[in-house]
DNA sequence: CCTTTATATGAGGATACCCTCATGTTTTTA
DNA sequence: TAAAAACATGAGGGTATCCTCATATAAAGG
C-alpha cells in the first residue's frame, strides 16, 4: 500500500527470487540494463536470452537466478517504466498545474515523446503478444489517469465530463508522435509532429461543451 | 507496367515459384488464406509454418513449394492488402468527390478500420520487425497518396500545400483509430474514437491558411 | 574460523522451428 | 496413351532457444 509497484506480478506460477544482497541488486539492475538495450534493438520475441545475458556481462545461470523467464525479464521492465512514467507526469502536472491547455499539452509532449524515443524498449515490452491484456489495460488506465490529472489542472478549466476521454486520445496521440518519429522520414515526419500538436491543441482548448 | 503489384519482391536471393495451372492458383490462395488466420492469432513472429500449413490445408511441403521462407508468404500478404486497400481507397475518392469533408471523412474512417478490424493479419504482417525499411515506407507513401487524393476532392477544397501532411496524420489517425478498437475496452474505446474523428474533420475544416 | 546462505557459472538436455529432399500423384502436352 | 511438367507429401537434418543443474565462489552470521 505504499509507493511503486511491488505489484505487478510477472506470469505467475514460478517465483523470481528478489535479491537481498547489495550485489545482486546491482546484478539485477545490469540485467535490466541489458535486457533494455537487447529488447529495443531485437523486439520482445526475437531477443534472446543468452544475448540479453552477454549484454549485461553476466552469466546465463544469473540471469536465470533471478528471472525465471523471458517473461518476467519484460514484466520486470515494464513495471520499473511505468513507474518512472507516472512519477515524470506526477511532477508535471504539478509544474503546469494553473497554465494555459497549449502550454500543458506542449510540455507533456516534448517530455512524453522524449522519454518514448530514449528508451524504446518500453514502447517492445508493452506491445509484445506476450503481454497479460488485464496488465495492458491497467498499465493504460494509470497513465490515463495521470494524464488526465494533469489535464483537469490548466486554466481556464476543461469541462469535467471530457477530461476523461480527452486524456485517452492525448495518450493514444503521444504514441503516434512517438511512432511517428521512428517510422517516417524527416520529410513527412516534421510536418506531421506539428500537425498533430496543433490539432490536438486546438481541439482541446474548443468548445467545452 | 500495368495495375497490380507483379514487383514488391520478397526478400530476395531466394525466388518464389510462381504457381501456373489452376490448381496452384488455388493452393497458394489458400496458403494466404490460412497464413492470415495464423498472423492474426499469434502474430507475424510466433507464427510457424506448420500452422501456416496445417490451416491451410496443405503439406509444409506444399507450402514451401511456393513461399520458400516465412518472409516471401508475409510479403505476398502484404502486397495483397496493399492492393486491395489501395483499389478501396481509388473508388472512394471518385464517391465523395465533391462532398464536405465532414462526410469524405466520415466515410474514410468507416472503410478504412472497418478493413483493418476484419484483417488484422494486414496490421500484423505490417509492423513485423523483418519488414524491409523501404518496402515499408513505400507502402505508407502509396496509402497516404490515395488518401491525398480523396482529401484533394473535397468541396470546398482544402489548401493544396496542406494535403500532403493532413494525409499523413490521417493515415496515422486511422491506425490508432483501429489500435484503439483492439486494445482499451468499451467504456473508454467509444468516447475516444468519437473525440479522434471529431477532432480531425476540426482541424481539416479549420483555417486554410 | 566455520557454517550457512546468497550469488555465479557454463555445459548440455529437451524442445521447437525452419527448411530440404526423395518420392509419389495429378495434370498437361504431344 | 506416353512422356513431361507441375504439384503434393511428410520424415528428418540442422540449428537455435529456453531453461536446468551440479558445482564453485563470495559474503554474512555466530
Redesign the interface.
Known sequence: MSSSSQNSSPPAEKNAKAPSRSRGLKRVSALLDGASAVFAE??Y??ATMTQIAARSGASIGSLYQFFPTKEHVAAALHARHLDTLAGMLDLLAGEVRGHSVEAAVDALFARFVAYLEDNPAFLAVSER?SLDPAV??EA?ARL?GRIAALLGAVEPPIAEARV???A??TL??I??AA??RA???ES?RA??I???R???K??LA?QPG
Open positions: 531485437a523486439g520475441e526475437a503478444r495492458k489495460k493504460r490515463r476523461a476521454s480527452l485517452a486520445v493514444h496521440l504514441r503516434v511512432m511517428l517510422d517516417d522520414d513527412v510536418p506531421a506539428a500537425e498533430l496543433t490539432m490536438l486546438g481541439h474548443g
